[in-house]
C-alpha cells in the first residue's frame, strides 16, 4: 500500500502545486496523501476539490510551529476542520506578516542591485507566503544563482548576519496553544520529525513527549533515525500515542530531495489515521 501523511504544498514552503501532488499521487496509485503546510489552512479547500477529482482520499492537516524558550518546533495537526474561523484567521495573520517581510527583505536586494520587481518575487509564492528557497528560485530564474544551490544558500543570504536578514517579529503559539487550536477544530496533535527536537533541545524534547497533550508521535520520518524509532515506539507505547509517518515532502526545497511516498511506511500507519481520511469510497 502507497500513502504519505507528511506532504507541503505551494501554500507553505514546498515547490508544487496541490494538482501536481494529487496528479503525482494517481501515477504512485496512492491510497490515501495528507496536506499539512505550515501554519495553513488556506489550501485545504482546494486540495478537497481534488482528492474528489483524482478519487484519492486525503486528511486535512496543517504543521504548525510551536516556540518554547526561543526554540521552535512542529506539531502536526491531523483531521482539522479547516473551515474553523480561528484557523483561516490565523493562517491570514501570518500570510500578512511573512508577506510585509519578504518585501523588506525585497527593497534589500533591489538597494543592493538586484534588478527584480517585487511582483516577479510574490509570482513564485503561487499563493502562499513568500518563503525563502522561493525567493532564492526567484533569483536563479534571473540568473543570479543556480537552481542546484537555492537550498545550500538559505543562510548565505537570510541568516542572522546576512545581507537579506529581516529579524522575526511574529508571535508563534507555544506548544499548549498549538495543541488547544487543533483540538479546537476536532483534530489530534502529533510530535513532528521528533529527532530535529531532540537534537536542537533534549531536555524540551522529554518535556513534549511526557506533557500528555500530545495525541500522537511521528515516528516514521527521514530524520528519524533507527534508534530512534525504536525509543520512540517504546514511548508510544507506553503513554497510549498513535503512531504516524510521512516523507515531508516539499519538492525542490528539499536539501534530500525524498519524492510523494520516498520512505517505507508499514501500513499500520494508514490504519491508525484511517478514521481522519477525507473523501473515503465505500
Known sequence: MKFDFHIHSVYSDGSSPLEEIFNTGKQLKVSALAITDHD??????????????????????????????????????????????????????????????????????????????????FKEGQGGPLYRAKMLKTLSNHGYLKQE??????????????????????????????????????????????????????????????????????????????????ELKKIAFDKKLIITGGSDYHGHYSKNKIPICGIDIPDQIYNNLYQYLTNVVI
Open 149 to 230: 544551490e537555492i537550498m545550500t544558500s538559505l543562510k548565505k543570504y537570510f541568516g542572522d548576519g546576512a545581507p537579506y536578514y529581516v529579524e522575526e517579529t511574529f508571535e508563534y503559539y507555544n506548544f499548549q496553544q498549538v495543541c488547544k487550536i487543533i483540538k479546537a477544530s476536532k483534530g489530534i496533535a502529533v510530535l513532528a520529525h521528533p529527532n530535529k527536537l531532540k537534537n536542537k533541545d533534549e531536555k524540551l524534547y522529554w518535556d513534549i513527549l511526557n506533557s500528555n497533550l500530545l495525541d500522537g508521535v511521528e515516528i516514521y520520518h527521514p530524520a528519524n533515525d533507527e534508534n530512534t524509532q525504536n
Open 40 to 121: 495553513t489552512v488556506l489550501g485545504l479547500k482546494e486540495a478537497d476539490r481534488l482528492s474528489k477529482k483524482y478519487a484519492i482520499p486525503f486528511i486535512p492537516g496543517i504543521e504548525f510551529t510551536a516556540m518554547e524558550n526561543e526554540k521552535k518546533f512542529h506539531i502536526l495537526g491531523y483531521g482539522i476542520d479547516y473551515n474553523s474561523l480561528e484557523l483561516i484567521e490565523y493562517s491570514k495573520r501570518l500570510l500578512e506578516y511573512l508577506n510585509a517581510k519578504s518585501m523588506k527583505q525585497i527593497r534589500l536586494m533591489q538597494k543592493n542591485g538586484i534588478d527584480i520587481k517585487e511582483e516577479e518575487f
